[in-house]
Each structure stands twice: as C-alpha cells, then as structure tokens.
C-alpha cells in the first residue's frame, strides 16, 4: 500500500512538473514580448512545459497555443481544426488503425523551421502525422 501511495504521489509531481500553470508574472519578459509581437490584442493564459512556456489563447474563434523558449524565439504553434479537415491519408490511417474509436481533437502544428504537422487524439494519446499525412508516432498524453 505504501508503494502504491508513493507511485501515486511521484506520478502526481512528474506531471505537475512537466506541464505547470503561470501568472503572467512568473513568464520571462522575453517571452511575453515575443507573443506580443506576434499577438497584440490576444489575453493568454500561461504554462510552463519542460524549458519551455506555452501561451494558451483563441484567435478569431479558434483555440491555439504557441510554445516559446525562454529567449522569446517561437518553437511551435498549435491550432484546433476540424477533424474534416485532417488530410485525407490521416483520416484513412485512423479508420484503418482506430476503426472503433472516433477521433476526438484535431491540431495543425507549425514548426519554427516551418514544417507542418497534424495531430489528432484517441483515448488519452496523441496521434501525430507529418505535413502529408504519413503517421510519425503515437504520444501518451
């Protein structure tokens, strides 16, 4: 039982750790001024994940998130799209895969080099395919 308590409580402090709620107050001002730059008239909330710091926010309706390094430099940028509009190949990958199971959110992903990614989840992981729709790998969330 004891071990189980310890388990549950090191499980408990690697994801608190791993993905963390921040004032505004805790974001370095590099940061913040890089997401302001990029998103003057956007409220974010904030998390801390590993090094980095993403800001969660909507623009224009859509929910997205944009990780930033602690030197204000764009690592990724995440947006909800509809599970439609996934591409063809993951769609067909997850219906082949995943017959069962309805794809729940769907995510494009631009990478600070530009490349593309799509990202859609099943049962607590995320999925993840590269700009044409190959799979790449499976994440647990």
Known sequence: MKYLIFL???SSTV????AQKLNE??????????????????????????????????????AM????????TIVETEADIPV???PKMVRDYM?????????GEAARIVKA???INYETEVHHKDILFDAEGKFIKEVKD
């Open 65 to 72: 998130s944009t990780v930033i390094d602690k030197n204000g």
């Open 25 to 62: 107050s805790q974001v370095p001002s590099a940061v913040k001024s890089t997401f302001k730059k990029k998103y003057p008239s956007v409220k974010a909330s904030w998390d801390k994940e590993d090094a980095n710091y993403e800001a969660n926010f909507k623009e224009n309706g859509t």
């Open 84 to 86: 439609t509009d996934l």
């Open 95 to 103: 219906k082949k895969n995943y017959p069962a199971i309805r794809m």
């Open 8 to 10: 549950l409580l090191t």
């Open 113 to 115: 080099n530009g490349d």
């Open 15 to 18: 994801s608190f750790i791993n």
